[in-house]
């Protein structure tokens, strides 16, 4: 049996579903940062899978991997920097507490 | 046979430390079981002959956004988080929502019929990514850049004590 295509969307499909559940079932936002960067890496491997089996001519897909990958490392800095940011003030970075904005 | 061996091995590299990274209680344990889930999907890319792409992920992501999540874990409350409540009250209903999501999305994969692509991947796409960044991608690669900029100043205005 030969590895297709579809396997590895199916394992892409499965990662997402995990940091879909990390976001929304966590208190933390580090936690939750941490399930939006499986989630980003489900997408790269769909990404990569059908560049190697749709459109094998180009590396088309290797190109949009790379820029969700810097992406990806621009938005774990700005975040983290954010949770470091409302721990200062709020003194908790649990994101049931933090609802300063919340009538 | 091979292959699908390989396959089935970084699949669950991937996947099982990736339960632990959205379970587990204790928040050091969970960012460390992120860096095998990050190097299962390195191993994916390789058997998927992306080299460049899978260097890259072992830099950034294995590197740098593990180590950067660490330190923010250290710096704030708690430690490893292990005293107080990780999970909030929608926790149930948030684990219906995306098992019913990856069960419609599986539904769906299975069954769309794929076209076969012709051709082959150019041996070692490194020379072949790097040329097609800065000819027909060069608008995406100029901006990118200045969004690594941005977040850059971004990053550091946001997070800088106030004096």
Request: neutral net charge; proline residues 3%.
């Amino acid at each position: 049996m030969r590895v297709g295509l579809e396997h590895y969307l199916v394992v892409s499909a499965v990662l997402f579903g995990l940091g879909l559940y990390g976001v929304l079932s966590r208190r933390n936002a580090v936690a939750i940062l941490m399930g939006i960067e499986l989630m980003l890496n489900a997408a790269n491997v769909n990404l990569v899978a059908l560049n190697r089996y749709v459109a094998p001519g180009a590396v088309a897909g290797h190109v949009f991997a790379l820029v969700i990958i810097t992406l990806a490392a621009c938005e774990a800095a700005v975040g983290l920097a954010l949770v470091l940011a409302a721990y200062r003030t709020l003194e908790t970075i649990h994101v049931d507490e933090i609802n300063v904005m919340k009538w | 046979m091979g292959e699908l061996v390989a396959f089935l091995v970084l699949a669950a590299l991937t996947l099982v430390p990736a339960v632990v990274v959205v379970t587990s209680r204790n928040l050091v344990r969970a960012a460390m079981a992120l860096i095998p889930s990050l190097l299962g999907v390195t191993g994916l890319f390789v058997l998927l002959q992306a080299e460049f792409v899978a260097g890259i992920q072992v830099l950034i992501y294995a590197g740098a956004i593990a180590v950067l999540i660490l330190f923010v874990i250290m710096l704030t409350e708690g430690g490893t988080g292990l005293a107080v409540r990780q999970v909030n009250t929608q926790r149930w209903p948030g684990l219906a929502a995306a098992a019913g999501f990856v069960a419609a999305l599986v539904a769906v994969l299975v069954r769309t019929p794929w076209p076969a692509g012709s051709g082959t991947l150019p041996a070692g796409t490194t020379a072949a990514v790097g040329e097609a960044f800065l000819t027909e991608f060069v608008l995406a690669f100029e901006v990118s850049s200045l969004v690594l900029l941005v977040s850059l100043v971004g990053a550091l205005v946001i997070a800088r004590r106030e004096p």
